[in-house]
């Protein structure tokens, strides 16, 4: 019995999840509310209030979770990089073929702009970037990137990673292949105009 209701808890939690990705892609996250999120679903108000408190911590498990899935497929493209062509190339490849596999999430992160600072404070989505920041570190040392500045760095190419997946995904054909080489041709000629600088091994504050 206990395996049930397990079962039962983890399909009813989904069950939201899903429904709140379609809402807050229709009505945008600023507009839905958590009646809305009820009504896609096939449950009681009662039962969405036993898993999450508000449509925040909802998009805040929609974030989380779209995290989890594309961290270790970017972390293992990044480790097995040989050359800082294979990193960045890895690294931007690997995220905009997520984006286009699973359009409709990456829609319900980047939907609004006010959606952004939620974006941004998850739990899995920080732990990215502090792996992101952690593997060029990495790479700097083992004399992959020359010692250049990884906070801006790991910055810069995950605002260049969400700003070109947006627009990628709004063409016809979508070409993940394309907007990768873009990337990757951008960073590794600006990378040779990049000045030294002193690494500090401690996480900029946010």
Avoid: C, H, W
Avoid at 29 to 43: K, N
Avoid at 134 to 146: K, S
């Amino acid at each position: 019995m206990s395996g049930k209701r397990e079962q039962t808890k983890q399909a009813n939690k989904q069950a939201i999840l899903d429904a709140a990705r379609d809402v807050f892609v229709k009505l945008g996250y600023g507009a839905t509310t958590v009646r809305d999120i009820i009504r896609a679903t096939d449950l009681a108000s009662g039962t969405f209030y036993n898993y999450f408190k508000s449509k925040e911590e909802v998009f805040q498990a929609i974030s989380d979770e779209n995290a989890i899935r594309v961290r270790p497929r970017l972390r293992a493209e990044r480790i097995r990089a040989r050359t800082v062509e294979e990193f960045i190339s890895g690294t931007f490849r690997t995220f905009f073929d997520y984006a286009a596999d699973d359009r409709r999430t990456f829609a319900v992160i980047r939907r609004n702009a006010d959606t952004m600072r939620v974006r941004m404070d998850t739990p899995e989505i920080i732990a990215g970037f502090d792996e992101l920041r952690a593997d060029l570190l990495t790479a700097i040392d083992a004399g992959l990137f020359p010692p250049v500045d990884a906070d801006y760095l790991m910055a810069s190419m995950v605002g260049v990673a969400f700003e070109i997946a947006e627009y990628m995904l709004a063409r016809d054909p979508i070409d993940p292949s394309a907007a990768a080489d873009f990337a990757t041709a951008l960073f590794l000629g600006g990378l040779k105009a990049l000045p030294t600088a002193t690494i500090s091994r401690e996480p900029a504050n946010a």
